[in-house]
């Protein structure tokens, strides 16, 4: 797997027992494992994502997943359509825009949703949202940097036409921010935290996801063609997240300890990421493929995506929410 930082083996004994039983149990399924290539991002709600890997749960399913890092998120859907990713952990906002511009992608199942994991950060001399019309705000455009500061600004009365835009990957915003250049930054986990860790920080959180609840939905992502031809595939995905929230539940020490080198940060550290996401189980997940005006919706958080993705001119017309996603997944699986 392709790393941004380098990890050490935290398998436990017990566990790699484990797998060999099913190994043996499972031979041909095992030697025969199917493979996927995923793209994501170092982002704490991701965490089940990461136990999994490490600890190779998916074995048992007969399924090797290769995680691919990116810096920035906007990238991963371009790579799916090249065929250089089978799939990508995406923000739902990425889905609705993609969809409205005729690509065939699919949600096959909410991974969780930001509860203050992202945020807009500013000099503690900025103390509202008000505040920001003629600053410059540091943003990775088309990410959920974007659409959080969008909902920010059209809750109190401005426009993207209000201020002073610059694009940056979330993870130059703390940099820029040291540097005395930038007075206010949209991003996320742990970058929220390096910045406000630094020394003497002047900085603060003005506006968060906990103020937009639901409506930054993490989700994993195929398009149609992979859908119909690796349904075994996906659904041992699924399962190894699973198994790895599980896991997250009952080692949770030993989880952050994973999480935390993944993140580049301790495990108390981690921990505190993590609290600023909350991570779906799979007896909740059918909430989000109801019709219903709630954010815990893709129909309800949808609506709301869509119409500020129109207001900005980032699409053209409002999709059918219905042709974002694939929810017979979840659905076999819960049953």
Same mark, same amino acid.
């Given at each position: 797997?392709?790393?941004?930082?380098?990890?050490?083996?935290l398998r436990k004994t017990l566990l790699g027992a484990c797998l060999a039983t099913a190994a043996v149990?499972?031979?041909?399924?095992? $030697?025969?494992?199917?493979?996927?290539?995923?793209?994501?991002?170092?982002?704490?709600?991701?965490?089940?994502?990461?136990?999994?890997?490490?600890?190779?749960?998916?074995?048992?399913?007969?399924?090797?997943?290769?995680?691919?890092?990116?810096? +920035?998120?906007?990238?991963?859907?371009?790579?799916?359509?090249?065929?250089?990713?089978?799939?990508?952990?995406?923000?739902? +906002?990425?889905?609705?825009?993609?969809?409205?511009?005729?690509?065939?992608?699919?949600?096959?199942?909410?991974?969780?949703?930001?509860?203050? @994991? +992202?945020?807009?950060?500013?000099?503690?001399?900025?103390?509202?949202?008000?505040?920001?019309?003629?600053?410059?705000?540091?943003?990775?455009?088309?990410?959920?940097?974007?659409?959080?500061?969008?909902?920010?600004?059209?809750?109190?009365?401005?426009?993207?036409? +209000?201020?002073?835009?610059?694009?940056?990957?979330?993870?130059?915003?703390?940099?820029?921010?040291?540097?005395? /250049?930038?007075?206010?930054?949209?991003?996320?986990?742990?970058?929220?935290?390096?910045?406000?860790?630094?020394?003497?920080?002047?900085?603060?959180?003005?506006? /968060?996801?906990?103020?937009?609840?639901?409506?930054?939905?993490?989700?994993?992502?195929?398009?149609?063609?992979?859908?119909?031809?690796?349904?075994?595939?996906?659904?041992?995905?699924?399962?190894?997240?699973?198994?790895?929230?599980?896991?997250?539940? /009952?080692?949770?020490?030993?989880?952050?300890?994973?999480?935390?080198?993944?993140?580049?940060?301790?495990?108390?550290?981690?921990?505190? $990421?993590?609290?600023?996401?909350?991570?779906?189980?799979?007896?909740?997940?059918?909430?989000?493929?109801?019709?219903?005006?709630?954010?815990? /919706?893709?129909?309800?958080? @949808?609506?709301?995506?869509?119409?500020?993705?129109?207001?900005?001119?980032?699409?053209?017309?409002?999709?059918?929410?219905?042709?974002?996603?694939?929810?017979?997944?979840?659905?076999?699986?819960?049953?």
């Open positions: 797997m392709t790393q941004p930082l380098s990890l050490r083996s149990v499972l031979p041909f399924t095992v $030697q025969a494992a199917e493979k996927l290539k995923i793209g994501t991002v170092v982002w704490a709600g991701y965490a089940p994502f990461y136990v999994a890997d490490k600890l190779n749960l998916y074995k048992a399913h007969g399924l090797s997943v290769q995680l691919q890092f990116f810096n +920035d998120p906007a990238l991963i859907p371009t790579a799916i359509a090249g065929g250089a990713l089978d799939g990508g952990m995406l923000t739902y +906002d990425q889905v609705v825009g993609g969809v409205a511009k005729g690509q065939a992608y699919k949600v096959v199942m909410p991974i969780d949703f930001s509860n203050g @994991g +992202d945020a807009i950060v500013a000099d503690k001399s900025i103390t509202s949202v008000d505040q920001f019309k003629g600053k410059k705000i540091g943003f990775n455009p088309l990410s959920p940097s974007d659409f959080l500061l969008a909902y920010a600004l059209k809750s109190n009365g401005l426009t993207a036409k +209000d201020i002073d835009p610059l694009n940056m990957t979330p993870e130059a915003i703390p940099g820029a921010m040291a540097s005395g /250049s930038l007075p206010i930054g949209v991003t996320y986990e742990p970058n929220v935290s390096q910045i406000l860790g630094m020394p003497g920080s002047k900085f603060h959180v003005v506006y /968060s996801s906990k103020q937009a609840p639901g409506l930054i939905t993490d989700v994993l992502v195929f398009d149609a063609k992979t859908i119909a031809k690796r349904q075994a595939a996906i659904k041992a995905m699924i399962q190894g997240y699973v198994d790895g929230l599980a896991y997250m539940q /009952s080692h949770p020490d030993e989880s952050a300890e994973i999480i935390g080198k993944v993140l580049g940060v301790s495990a108390a550290e981690a921990k505190a $990421q993590m609290s600023g996401v909350y991570n779906i189980p799979l007896a909740e997940m059918g909430k989000n493929f109801e019709k219903s005006d709630a954010t815990s /919706s893709f129909f309800g958080s @949808g609506a709301v995506i869509a119409q500020l993705l129109k207001d900005n001119g980032q699409i053209a017309a409002i999709p059918d929410f219905a042709q974002t996603f694939d929810a017979s997944f979840v659905q076999a699986m819960a049953k």
